[in-house]
């Protein structure tokens, strides 16, 4: 089994930045796949961005150039989001999910992961 904490979560102002941070424990391989996902009620998990277990990364064209998804060069177990020029659209609960095995060609479908976190919520006013 595998657990999944968030965290960085907040509210700022249009223009701001925040950092979110994945907090993996237990699991028995030395890195997964993880993924950031966000949601609004009323709307489908939408795929932020993806890190593959290789590195591979892959964004949704509404962050391209906004937000960053990288590892701790650390300790593999912690990923973050970095994400800059936020905007009120950025509003939403923001999910990690992990998973051992990811489509390369679906990183950011919410059905590749099967580990989920609780969420952080991230708001932006204008």
């Known amino acids: 089994q595998m657990y999944l904490a968030e965290s960085g979560g907040g509210s700022v102002q249009s223009g701001g930045s925040l950092r979110l941070s994945c907090v993996r424990s237990?699991?028995?391989?030395?890195?997964?796949?993880m993924g950031w996902f966000r949601q609004t009620p009323g709307k489908e998990r939408e795929g932020v961005a993806s890190?593959?277990?290789?590195?591979?990364?892959?964004y949704a064209d509404s962050v391209k150039g906004r937000f960053t998804i990288s590892r701790d060069n650390a300790d593999e177990k912690i990923v973050y989001l970095q994400m800059n020029s936020l905007e009120p659209e950025d509003t939403a609960m923001y999910l990690c999910?992990?998973?051992?095995?990811?489509?390369?060609?679906?990183?950011?479908?919410?059905?590749?992961?099967?580990?989920w976190g609780k969420g952080t919520q991230v708001t932006v006013s204008s």
């Open positions: 890190i593959d277990s290789d590195g591979s990364i892959r």
């Open positions: 999910a992990g998973s051992s095995v990811v489509d390369r060609n679906r990183p950011l479908s919410q059905y590749q992961y099967n580990y």
């Open positions: 237990g699991g028995v391989y030395r890195n997964y796949g």
